[in-house]
């Protein structure tokens, strides 16, 4: 069965870093394109971070603090954090194009004090 399984959230405080990871499995596919997105309570899922190759990009509000990268080997993609903001708090999910096109469970990324 093919899945995307995202780990690596937690709670940390304003400034901080996380990375995630989403790991893919059931497939002989390797990851091309992948894009993070986050869902924050009361909020429509949004993109924040897609790859495709050596191509990035992100959103506005996390460009220059977050980067997005992709290991072919481990058939892995994560997403650096840094300079966590409150406002980042969400549950991030990856997704791709088929075979990858399955929203995972999702990881929860809290920023507090």
């Known amino acids: 069965q093919v899945q995307l399984v995202e780990s690596g959230g937690g709670l940390v405080q304003p400034g901080g870093s996380l990375r995630l990871s989403c790991a893919a499995s059931g497939s002989i596919v390797s990851i091309y394109t992948m894009g993070w997105y986050r869902q924050a309570p009361g909020k429509q899922r949004e993109l924040v971070a897609h790859?495709?190759?050596?191509?990035?990009n992100y959103a506005d509000s996390v460009k220059g603090r977050f980067t997005i990268s992709r290991d072919s080997a481990k058939n892995t993609v994560y997403l650096q954090m840094n300079g966590l903001k409150p406002e980042d708090t969400a549950v991030y999910y990856c997704?791709?194009?088929?075979?990858?096109?399955?929203w995972g469970q999702g990881t929860q990324v809290t920023v507090s004090s």
């Open positions: 997704k791709g194009p088929a075979p990858y096109d399955r």
């Open positions: 790859i495709s190759g050596t191509y990035t």
